[in-house]
């Protein structure tokens, strides 16, 4: 029978396997990638999507290969301190046409890694003057940014932003869809992801020049690459108070590679077929934008939200960044959902939010 990825479980003749071993088809790529991923299991291919719900058992067995490099602090340290040399340039433009008497749309932009112009939605409360609490809303893989004009009666602003490669912020670097994943990963200084993660921080940047937004109570979410995202941002920015993770991306890259045989991980593994001798190079890369190397460094509140059925970023996989967070966490399980379905996460991502917000408003002085 086919256990939850897909791979065969067979029973054998004596003297041959071992009774009820799993036959995973091996991924063609270096022999080093294959020493360095120890999880048995495969996943399925894309067209099947036959799978079994994973157990918390599954998750707290689960272990990962991936570790952090000795260098990673000094790397990070150094792009957040070449983008605070970069002028940010804001600017806002006000949109009607989305506006309403709870909420008040801007076109916002700023100035990110590159040189390149990032966009973003940005809502603002229609009553009131501020300091107003805010989110920085990071987007999915494929998907353009949401607006999130629902906060705005609730007297939150949120910048949804759009990294580049997302309309509009695509004239400078435009890889696509499969295509990101790989652009650039040559070397960590070339990789997409780098300019991605600085559009994420810039984003935060945004938010602090802004005379309207309390700088204290700024929190971020994200499902999916924003899932990911928010981890990783709340890593590089302690100025970020709190999130919520749902079905992170960018978890445990060479463990995620061997258990899936679908897109978007999948393109990591075509590149390594198709560029063998490249293959250590890019697992080397990859440890500089595992979402896992920044859990240990966020100190805020966090959740993290897994669909114990997610055929896209495996569950194991966000378990590993959830186990090595820093800060106070939560965890928060979907049995019989899949990636990006589960019925009760935003309800939740919501209340949890609305709930942080509101316990961290200031206390008026009594006179």
């Not at 995973?24 to 291919?45: G, H, I, N």
Request: net charge negative.
């Amino acid at each position: 029978m086919l256990n939850r990825y897909g791979s065969m479980r067979v029973e054998t003749q004596p003297g041959s396997l071992s009774r009820g071993a799993e036959l995973c088809s091996p991924m063609p790529t270096d022999s080093l990638l294959e020493d360095v991923v120890q999880w048995p299991r495969t996943v399925q291919s894309a067209n099947s999507r036959s799978m079994n719900m994973a157990t918390k058992a599954d998750l707290e067995a689960f272990v990962s290969s991936v570790t952090c490099p000795d260098d990673f602090d000094d790397f990070w340290s150094s792009t957040l301190a070449g983008l605070a040399e970069l002028p940010l340039e804001p600017a806002v433009t006000p949109d009607p046409l989305r506006s309403n008497d709870d909420v008040k749309v801007y076109q916002a932009t700023y100035r990110s890694l590159d040189g390149l112009d990032i966009f973003g939605w940005y809502s603002v409360p229609a009553v009131g003057d501020g300091p107003f609490p805010a989110i920085l809303v990071l987007p999915g893989y494929k998907s353009e940014p949401a607006l999130r004009r629902d906060w705005g009666r609730k007297g939150v602003a949120v910048l949804s932003v759009a990294v580049r490669g997302k309309l509009p912020s695509s004239s400078g670097f435009n890889p696509g869809y499969p295509g990101l994943l790989t652009s650039g990963i040559e070397s960590r200084e070339t990789y997409g992801y780098r300019g991605v993660i600085s559009d994420c921080s810039r984003g935060l940047d945004f938010l602090l020049s802004r005379p309207e937004i309390d700088p204290e109570r700024i929190y971020a979410s994200g499902s999916s690459q924003g899932g990911g995202l928010t981890l990783i941002t709340a890593g590089l920015r302690p100025e970020i108070k709190g999130g919520v993770s749902g079905y992170p991306f960018l978890c445990c890259f060479p463990e995620s590679m061997r258990m899936l045989r679908s897109y978007p991980y999948d393109e990591l593994s075509c590149y390594s077929r198709a560029h063998p001798d490249r293959t250590g190079q890019m697992l080397e890369t990859l440890r500089y934008f595992d979402a896992v190397n920044f859990a240990p460094r966020i100190k805020c509140p966090m959740v993290v939200g897994i669909a114990l059925e997610d055929e896209v970023c495996p569950p194991e996989t966000s378990y590993i960044a959830y186990d090595r967070l820093g800060g106070e966490r939560e965890l928060w399980l979907f049995p019989e959902s899949g990636h990006g379905n589960a019925h009760d996460y935003p309800r939740q991502e919501s209340a949890w939010l609305e709930q942080r917000i509101a316990a961290s408003q200031p206390q008026a002085v009594a006179s």
